[in-house]
């Protein structure tokens, strides 16, 4: 019924690992190219970031450098590490596509559980 | 004074069996509509995707307890004026379904003092399998999907790839895409099929896949 507590471990300690599951359980299925997008813009990324955004952007050249700081060799070790230990923890499950970078990631059973013991544990 | 008295009790309603009959019918039915919206909301998935039996699952377990809460509004509902005798019934289940959230959320079950679960723990875990259950299979029917328009998609010239990624994702989308695709050592145009699928909106990918089938129909 409760949930294991190296999980409960894992995803109180680990801030990247937070930010990755909360982004898969927010959108319930991601693709890990999204993932890493919507992941270098938090706070827990930042100190991996060579590349910079600039504030006076137009829209298009933000979205160009949120790309390039995706693909930035330490954001995708740090992202695939992460979803590695979600899927072995069995919050999460990979659907595998051809091309790597489409690769879906999707909250399972125990994730949305994991969610709301958390959840719960938080508000207490 | 006394004979009216006796008469306003003689009158006072109550549910017969066929109106708790109705109340259960109507409360199965919203728990059926309630379940039909709540699923698909917090799965993101098509209605499709959620009827697997996880759901029908779910919707007993729901069921059960607004009917039981429904029965527990008929001792409230019939307090109401009798000129509201018709609609016992129909009032019956909507308090006992709308009044189901607080009654179950302070109804503790207990073995020897001991907390167990709460009844509202066992509905959200039945919905967490049918939500989990419904994620899994809109995957599943993404994944055909996409598989069938990426084969679809690389019928077409690289130039008409490169010139609907142009369209639908900007001026430096195909240079950027290539380059990343370089820098995976992924087949280009495949690369490029993958990421212009993933920015198909449904009505895009409906038209696309209904021309699939047009020529595949066609001799």
């Given at each position: 019924m409760n949930m294991d507590p190296s999980v409960v471990t894992l995803l109180l300690t680990n801030g990247v690992i937070k930010q990755v599951f909360s982004e898969v359980l927010k959108r319930r299925r991601v693709q890990l190219k999204d993932l890493r997008e919507s992941l270098v813009k938090t706070p827990e990324f930042k100190p991996l970031l060579t590349v910079h955004r600039n504030l006076g952007q137009t829209p298009e050249e933000a979205s160009a450098t949120i790309r390039e700081q995706a693909a930035e060799p330490a954001v995708q070790e740090q992202v695939e590490a992460a979803v590695q230990k979600l899927k072995g923890a069995k919050l999460i499950e990979e659907r595998a596509?051809?091309?790597?970078?489409f690769n879906t990631y999707y909250v399972t059973e125990d994730g949305l559980n994991a969610e709301r013991e958390l959840r719960l544990a938080t508000t207490l | 004074m006394s004979d009216s008295y006796c008469l306003i009790i003689d009158a006072a309603p109550s549910l017969s069996a066929a109106d708790f009959r109705w109340s259960g019918g109507i409360a199965v039915g919203l728990s059926l509509l309630f379940a039909l919206i709540e699923i698909p909301t917090k799965s993101k998935s098509q209605l499709r995707a959620c009827l697997v039996g996880e759901s029908i699952f779910y919707w007993l377990v729901l069921s059960f307890g607004n009917v039981v809460t429904t029965l527990l509004a008929s001792l409230t509902v019939v307090?109401?004026?009798?000129?509201?005798t018709p609609y016992f019934p129909v009032l019956t289940a909507f308090f006992g379904v709308f009044g189901f959230e607080i009654v179950l959320k302070n109804t503790n079950i207990t073995i020897f003092d001991k907390g167990v679960l709460t009844i509202q723990n066992w509905i959200d875990k039945a919905a967490n399998v049918a939500v989990a259950a419904a994620i899994r299979k809109q995957e599943d029917i993404n994944q055909q999907e996409e598989e069938v328009l990426v084969e679809e998609l690389m019928l077409l010239s690289e130039i008409e790839i490169n010139t609907r990624v142009l369209d639908k994702m900007g001026a430096n989308a195909v240079g950027e895409l290539e380059a990343a695709a370089q820098a995976s050592s992924a087949d280009l145009k495949r690369y490029k099929i993958f990421q212009l699928v993933a920015t198909l909106d449904r009505s895009e990918r409906v038209a696309l896949l209904r021309n699939k089938r047009h020529r595949g129909s066609t001799p």
């Open positions: 596509a051809s091309i790597k970078d | 307090k109401l004026p009798a000129v509201l």
